[in-house]
Every structure is written in structure tokens, then in C-alpha cells.
């Protein structure tokens, strides 16, 4: 049984552990390369263009050719981070992520830069919400959304050395530190806080909020077991049939569209349970965002600890 | 996976030293015969598949020859080999083209392209690296191989390899943006180790490409982006093998072949309605006898 890990309250911008991550991989093993698409500030690789300047190739503004690109180097035996704002990286490249990184089994790892919310301002062209509805439809593509600097360092380690088609979700909205010392163990969800009522299952941004919600509800009587989802794709699905015998809910958080993200993976595996457990699905329906920032508009969708909270108690007062 | 056949890959050894060792008629007379033989062949799986991509078959198929059969430096019983030059069919609806060449060379058995599209066959209606050896990357969707043939070039540059990385290109999936953000990156970085060749047939499914969506001047386009461009008759042998392997400056080379689709086939010459139809046992018997002659 795993203490309890409370959220610290500095907050970190992932891109900074995944970029200096990367960069120490690069010193480890010339196979590492980096591909980007006029992003080398945004997506943090201002260090690695200065110590690997051949090994960063920057395509310009044009997705299609970078994830092509990248494909054709992991084809060629190096490994290529291929890395872009993620709206424009997993919606403008979509069909290249499916031919040529997951059905060829090129081993890409494509980088989702400030994911989610994290533009707020720019608006919905540059929110990436629905990445993981997208790249969780396809076949042996694994989806990452690394919740701290910590896990985001630990899973570019594993991505380098897995080799195989992945996306890393990397955060730039602003997160404390909440995984501690445990590592980004792939395929596994990991229990940052046990509980015996109501169980949350969080990814990325959301973690810190279910914890101090699981404290919050604590506080009210209510025992909130928190998940840290960090492999969406494959999901760990013993992980939430475990949930399923020892707590009596379950509620999602994601910052992105529940049509097919976190939520529905959870879901699936819940109802086709013999006897399904109640469920809340938190993120964002169906909708564009209006114009706010990330933390206004995070709160404008009901994904705060206070929102993470209340759904977890209406669930454990619900009669099963 | 399927695995190579060894007696066809050292006829396919046998072939290549000939052929080095020819004269310019001989090589010509060689890759005539060499191609024609395959399209007898993917008229056969075709015509048992009852599915396939006849017209752009016929099209590429001269091309196809004489690369595997000329100029590829490949080893079909070695596959993986880090060095070999790489090969990428863009156009991977030609994939039935694409099997009865790797076929021939001994990359797998021939009696394996009679599983053509038929259930769980590793030979599926675009072709699969995963299955078939000799297919670099997985094709299909139009305008993917060049940006992945671009990203194979800066590889084989990065690690100091003299391989040399050829894709074909269909004309029509020129409309296809992807291909000119490639066409771009290879022409700024001066990608003197890649070469497309465009399979200019002027059909696209629906109709000729200039009807459709304007490609000329295609040569000024590839020049304006950094491109060496040569233009051949995409069924002389001779030329083609000439252009694929003339000496390469400091930029990209763009072979422009000139081809009709349906090639080889009278009745399906330079007709669209050819660019999937499939023909009849007897139009298969009448194209076999004009492929024999």
C-alpha cells in the first residue's frame, strides 16, 4: 500500500525536464534525434540545437513532412523525437501518424508540446483536446501523458529505449510535482493515494487536482483511492477492474474531450463488467472553449479538485 | 514475414552480373523481357484476385524493372541490410507491380503472389513492410512516400552511408500537398542521395491530370524547389536506367518518365476506365499473348 503523496505547492513546465531529458539521452546515444516544425523554442530544443546542431532537423511549418521525416529516420534505425505543438501535430498529421508511424512500425516518438488547454487565450485551433480521442484509435500506437517533470523525464527515458510507436502528452501548463521517486512504468496505472470508496482515475494535468481532492473528500469522510493513468493507450484495465472490486465509483479527469479519451477507456472496461460500478466522466464535452486563460478555462469546464470532489462524493453517497 | 526464395534470388544474382557486364541493346532486351514477364504475372493476380490496380501496374512496372533489375543496390536474401539503397513505391496502389518484381528477384516466392489479396495473405492491396520484405514503409495514402524517402536521405547522410534512396512517385498524388513540404526540406538541405521518379501517365482515377488539377510545368516545379529534373520516355529501359543512375550533383534528382498507363495491354493504353478495372479471363488471355510478343 502506497503512502499518500500530497501535491507540492511549486508548480513546473514539463517541457523544461522533458527537454533536458532528452538532451542527456542525446550525450548517451547518437540515435536520438530530434525533428520539429519551426518549434525549437516552443517545444524547448534550443539546448539540444546547440550541442546536436545535425541532429535537430526543423522541417519548417509543415507537419506532414516532419512526421514523414521522422518515420523515414526511425526506419533507418535512429530514433527520432519528432516534436510539435500538439494540436497541429496530431490533427494536421493524423494520417502520416497512422501509416507511417503506427502501421510501419516506425518507431517514432511523437511529442505533443503544450497539449490540452495549455494556449487558453490563442484558442480552440490551438487547444489539443482531442488527441486522445484520435491516437487512441489506432492500433499499437501507445499514448503518454506524463503528469509531472519527474514522470515526463522517467517516460522520454523509456520512450528512447523502448522503440516503438508512441505520443508523449508534454505538459506546459504549470503542475506540482506528484509522482515523487516512482518511475513512469509503462502499461501501469499507479495508486498515488489508496481508498476504499471511490476510486479517480487522472492523467497529466489532473493528477495534482485529484489528490487534493482525495484530501479534501477525506476531510468530509469519503476515501478516495487516486490513480495516476499516465499510459492511456494500452490502458491498464486490471488496474480499474481493481477499482471496480474495492471501491464503489469511479471518476475520470482529463484535460481533453471525453469522447474517446480516458473517460471512454475506463468506460469500456467498466460496462462490460458483470457489475458495473457508477461512473462520472470529467473533461470537456463536445464543446469549443471560450476565450480564458488555462486555469479560467480548466475551471470553466468543471475540472478543478472542487469539481473532482464533488463527483467523487455523490458517487459514494450514491446507493449501489 | 515472408522469407526470400534462394533460387530466385541467385537467378536474380545471375541476372544483375549479366546485365553489368551487357551492352546497351543486350541490358535493353533484358529489362524488355524482365518487365514483360511481370506484367504476365500481375495480370494473373489480378485476374485471380479479381481486384487490383491494372493501368498504373502497367504504367510503373518498366520503372520497377529496371530498378530492382538495374540499379538497386539490394541483397534480396539480405533484406535488412543497413546499407542497402532504399526503395519507397508511393504510389502503393501499384502494389500488385511492386510483388511480382520483388517476386522475381527472389525477396519471396513466387507462388506467393497467387495469395494476392486473398484472406490473412501478407501480399494485402498496399503493401506492408511488416509482411514483405523488400517494402520499406507502409503506402497507400497518396503523398506519404517522399516526406518518409526525404527522412530515409537525411538518415543515410547522417550516418556517413553512401545508400541512395529512390521512391516513385505517382503523377496524380502530386496534388497532394505532403509532397511539396518534402519536395522542399530535400531541396533546402540539398538531399543529393534521393531521387523520385514520377510516374507521369497523365491519368488519375477520375480522369487526365491536367483536366483535373493542373500539374505542368511539373519540371519547373521540382526546379523552383531546389530539384535537378530529367525527363524520359518512362518505357525505354536504356533511358531510364541511364537517368537513375547518371552522376548526382548537389541537389535532388527528379526523373520525369513519361509514361502511358495500361502499358503493354493495346486495349487498355492511355484509357482511364483501365485504372482499376478488372479484366476478363479472356481480355487476360489477349494481353497475355501481346505481352509474349
Known amino acids: ?320 | 514475414m515472408l522469407v526470400a526464395d534462394p533460387r530466385t534470388a541467385a537467378a536474380w544474382r545471375l541476372f544483375r552480373q549479366e546485365f553489368a557486364d551487357a551492352g546497351p541493346e543486350r541490358r535493353r532486351e533484358m529489362l524488355r523481357t524482365r518487365a514483360n514477364q511481370s506484367r504476365t504475372a500481375d495480370l494473373r493476380m489480378i485476374g485471380r484476385a479479381k481486384l487490383g490496380h491494372v493501368g498504373g501496374d502497367m504504367s510503373v512496372l518498366d520503372i520497377l524493372t529496371t530498378l530492382f533489375f538495374g540499379v538497386l543496390r539490394v541483397d534480396p536474401e539480405k533484406p535488412e541490410w543497413a546499407d542497402r539503397d532504399r526503395f519507397v513505391l508511393s504510389k502503393g496502389h501499384t502494389a500488385g507491380a511492386l510483388y511480382a518484381t520483388l517476386a522475381a528477384a527472389g525477396f519471396f516466392p513466387e507462388a506467393e503472389l497467387d495469395t494476392f489479396a486473398g484472406p490473412l495473405s501478407a501480399l494485402n492491396g498496399h503493401p506492408n513492410r511488416v509482411k514483405v520484405p523488400g517494402v520499406e514503409t507502409n503506402t497507400g495514402p497518396l503523398g506519404h512516400g517522399l516526406p518518409v524517402s526525404v527522412g530515409m536521405a537525411v538518415a543515410a547522410r547522417l550516418s556517413g552511408s553512401s545508400r541512395h534512396v529512390y521512391v516513385v512517385l505517382g503523377d496524380g498524388e502530386l496534388q497532394e500537398g505532403s509532397n511539396w513540404e518534402a519536395a522542399m526540406t530535400a531541396g533546402h538541405r540539398g538531399l543529393a542521395n534521393l531521387t523520385a521518379v514520377v510516374d507521369r501517365n497523365r491519368l488519375q482515377q477520375g480522369a487526365r491530370t491536367e483536366e483535373t488539377n493542373t500539374l505542368d510545368p511539373l519540371d519547373d516545379k521540382f526546379r523552383a524547389f531546389g530539384w535537378d529534373v530529367l525527363e524520359v520516355d518512362g518505357h525505354d529501359h536504356l533511358a531510364l536506367f541511364e537517368a537513375l543512375t547518371s552522376p548526382r550533383g548537389s541537389r535532388p534528382t527528379c526523373v520525369i518518365a513519361n509514361t502511358t498507363k495500361g502499358r503493354g495491354v493495346s486495349f487498355m493504353e492511355d484509357r482511364v476506365e483501365w485504372h482499376h478495372k478488372v479484366p476478363s479471363a479472356e481480355q487476360i488471355v489477349t494481353a497475355t499473348a501481346e505481352l509474349a510478343r
Open chain 1, 1 to 320: 500500500m502506497s503512502a499518500p503523496v500530497l501535491s507540492s505547492p511549486e508548480a513546473f513546465d514539463c517541457r523544461v525536464a522533458f527537454a533536458d531529458e532528452l538532451a542527456a539521452l542525446a550525450r548517451e546515444d547518437e540515435r536520438i534525434v530530434a525533428v520539429c516544425n519551426d518549434s525549437v523554442g516552443s517545444s524547448n530544443l534550443v539546448q539540444f540545437q546547440k550541442e546536436f546542431p545535425d541532429r535537430l532537423i526543423n522541417v519548417g511549418i509543415a507537419e506532414q513532412d516532419m512526421v514523414g521525416v521522422g518515420a523515414g529516420l526511425a526506419l533507418s534505425g535512429y530514433i527520432p523525437f519528432v516534436c510539435g505543438a500538439s494540436p497541429f501535430l496530431t490533427g494536421r498529421a493524423l494520417e502520416q501518424i497512422k501509416a507511417d508511424v503506427a502501421y510501419s512500425q516506425s518507431p517514432v516518438v511523437l511529442c505533443g508540446m503544450s497539449p490540452g488547454m495549455a494556449y487558453g487565450e490563442l484558442g480552440p485551433t490551438h487547444h489539443s483536446i482531442e488527441d486522445l480521442s484520435w491516437l487512441r484509435a489506432i492500433a499499437g500506437l501507445d499514448v503518454i501523458v506524463p503528469a509531472d517533470p519527474a514522470e515526463t523525464r522517467s517516460a522520454v527515458r523509456w520512450a528512447a529505449h523502448a522503440a516503438r510507436p508512441a505520443f508523449l502528452r508534454v505538459g506546459r501548463f504549470k503542475v506540482p510535482a506528484v509522482t515523487g521517486e516512482r518511475p513512469f512504468t509503462y502499461g501501469a496505472a499507479t495508486t498515488l493515494r489508496d481508498g476504499t470508496d471511490v476510486t479517480v482515475v487522472a492523467a497529466g494535468t489532473m493528477v495534482s487536482r485529484a489528490l487534493d481532492a482525495a484530501e479534501e473528500a477525506a476531510e468530509q469522510g469519503v476515501s478516495v483511492r487516486v490513480l495516476n493513468m499516465s499510459t492511456i493507450a494500452p490502458l491498464d484495465e486490471e488496474a480499474i477492474r481493481a477499482a471496480m472490486r474495492e471501491t464503489r465509483g469511479i471518476v475520470t479527469a482529463e484535460e481533453a474531450t471525453t469522447t474517446g479519451g480516458l473517460g471512454a477507456a475506463v468506460a469500456a472496461v467498466v460496462v462490460t463488467e458483470r457489475t458495473p460500478v457508477p461512473m462520472r466522466l470529467l473533461g470537456i464535452h463536445r464543446e469549443f472553449a471560450p476565450t480564458g486563460t488555462t486555469a479560467y478555462l480548466l475551471e470553466h469546464f468543471g475540472l478543478t479538485a472542487a469539481d473532482i470532489r464533488a463527483a467523487a462524493l455523490t458517487l459514494a453517497r450514491t446507493d449501489a
